[in-house]
Nanobody, 119 residues
Framework: QVQLVESGGGLVQPGGSLRVSCAAS????????MAWYRQAPGKERELVAR???????NYADSVKGRFTISRDNAKNTVYLQMNTLKPEDTAVYYC?????????????WGQGTQVTVSS
């Protein structure tokens, strides 16, 4: 079994910063790409940022220059540093990872963490 557990969400004022983390645990051999998605009320889930095991990253246009994704392979953890937050960034943020477990690659999701940007 593989678990992804997010942490670090909360309430922040517009223009503020927040960092969310996602740690993988359980039985697996390797972790490939890791990513952050978000889903706002009434909207579809969307990709925010993705990072390869080697550190290559890409971002949604809406967050470029404000958000930074990073990972610590030794800790099996991915981070999302969010700066200059806007009300439209309000959403549940989900961690996503490709994980090799029982000799099969599979996609795993965390339970989500709420990020609310409001004054």
């Amino acid at each position: 079994q593989v678990q992804l557990v997010e942490s670090g969400g909360g309430l922040v004022q517009p223009g503020g910063s927040l960092r969310v983390s996602c740690a993988a645990s359980g039985s697996y051999s390797s972790i490939g790409d890791m990513a952050w998605y978000r889903q706002a009320p009434g909207k579809e889930r969307e990709l925010v940022a993705r990072i390869s095991r080697g550190g290559t990253s890409n971002y949604a246009d809406s967050v470029k220059g404000r958000f930074t994704i990073s990972r610590d392979n030794a800790k099996n953890t991915v981070y999302l540093q969010m700066n200059t937050l806007k009300p439209e960034d309000t959403a549940v943020y989900y961690c996503n990872a490709y994980v090799l477990s029982d000799r099969r690659w599979g996609v795993y999701w965390g339970q989500g963490t709420q990020v609310t940007v409001s004054s």
